[in-house]
């Protein structure tokens, strides 16, 4: 029988595990900031279990941890990006940033993606597999005992489509805001979606207080059906609908990612029809300079182009911020690491 993942269980049912097992309630308080804190490799490292409780799980249980493959580090602002290998072998990337309300974490969902977004290097080989809520913390753990320092924040906008992997999300955060373990808020949480539009109904009804950002990209149904295959299935309307009701549901302001393309989605009119079509819905617009891809012949939108679409916006009353961009030196749009990374590897 295959071995069960205790880092993907709450208290509550790491509890249940432990009475089943004929331990004490209690046992799970004791153990749980063992995984989630301090971050064990093995059993044999709790110190306040009996030898027998530590065969017992060892027998039944597996420590989720990830391996470093390898970390690049912007010599512009001290983002971080690393490559990590899952236990099968299957490979994601997460990156640290540092800004001066903290320190932030990209994570991957799964690892590749079946969207097919054209301008994004994560999809490109497909999906490989969803990652379970443990992978998902690990990302952060590791990080967090390489550099030492606590991580405050955690944005869902790394490889992947994380409503396509609703459960396991939803597990996760759970885990990550629970105080007995690293304790980020849920205020802190951000999840970014392509716009699966049940789940984002669903996720609406989970009155969860993290952010929810959504990825636009385009004006129009016609321009974002090219850029999103996503928006064939659910289209445009609809999902600023979902986003409407999310959040009347939550409160949460809604974040739209923006990404300029150069000739594709930056011109005058189609500010105007983006300041139209989220009229009314409590929202942020986060213009994100696309970042080239080489499988792909998309540009990036000259600097005066992003300004001139932010100015517009603005005067259409939107709240609009430019994301700056961190790592440029360092592959990091999504994907991009791990695509050079397998590459070189399949090179003779
Ligand atoms: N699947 C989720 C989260 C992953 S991508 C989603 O679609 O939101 C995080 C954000 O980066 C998304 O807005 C995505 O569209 C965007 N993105 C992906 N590749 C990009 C690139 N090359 N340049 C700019 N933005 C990109």
Redesign the pocket.
């Known amino acids: 029988m295959e071995k069960a993942d205790i880092k993907s269980w709450n208290q509550k049912e790491l509890e249940e595990f432990l009475v089943s097992l004929g331990e004490k309630p209690f046992r799970a308080r004791q153990i749980y900031p063992w995984l989630h804190v301090r971050h064990v490799a093995s059993f044999e490292e709790i110190t306040d279990i009996s030898g027998k409780l530590k065969e017992k799980l060892t027998e039944k249980c597996r420590i989720i941890t990830l391996k470093q493959v390898k970390v690049q580090v912007s010599k512009l602002d001290g983002t971080r990006k690393y490559l990590f290998a899952l236990e099968d072998g299957a490979m994601i990337e997460s990156v640290l940033m540092r800004y001066k309300h903290g320190n932030s974490v990209c994570i991957s969902s799964q690892a590749g ?1 079946r ?1 097919g ?1 054209r ?4 999809t490109l080989d497909g999906l490989v597999r969803s990652l379970t809520p443990s992978e998902m913390l690990e990302q952060i753990y590791r990080i967090q005992e390489d550099i030492e320092e606590r991580i405050s924040h955690t944005v ?3 490889m ?3 409503l396509d992997n609703y459960d396991n999300l939803l597990k996760f955060i759970e885990l990550l805001s629970d105080k007995n373990g690293v304790n980020i808020s849920q205020r802190n949480i951000t999840v ?3 716009g699966i539009v049940p789940n984002i109904y669903k996720l609406a009804e989970e009155k969860l207080q993290i952010t929810l ?1 959504l ?1 636009l ?1 385009a004006s129009s149904q016609e321009k974002r059906e090219e850029l999103m295959p996503i928006a064939k299935k659910y289209d445009i309307y609809q999902v600023v609908e979902a986003c409407r009701d999310y959040f009347e549901k939550t409160g949460r302001r809604i974040t739209f ?1 923006y ?1 300029l393309v150069g000739g594709v989605n930056d011109s005058d009119e189609d500010a105007y029809r983006l300041a139209k079509l989220i009229e009314g819905v409590n929202c942020h617009v986060n213009l ?1 300079p ?4 080489k499988e792909r012949n998309y540009v990036q939108s000259k600097e005066q182009v992003i300004l001139n679409f932010k100015n517009k916006l603005e005067k259409y009353g939107k709240n609009v911020t430019i994301r700056r961009e961190m790592g440029r030196d360092i592959e990091g ?2 994907g991009q690491l791990r695509k050079q990374f397998s590459e070189r590897e399949a090179r003779p």
Do not use: D, Q, R
């Not at 696309?290 to 891809?293: Q, R, S």
């Open positions: 993606c969207m977004c301008f994004c290097a994560s869902v906008m790394g992947g489509e994380p970014s979606t392509c950002a990825s990209h990612e990404s994100i696309v970042n080239p891809i749009a999504c």
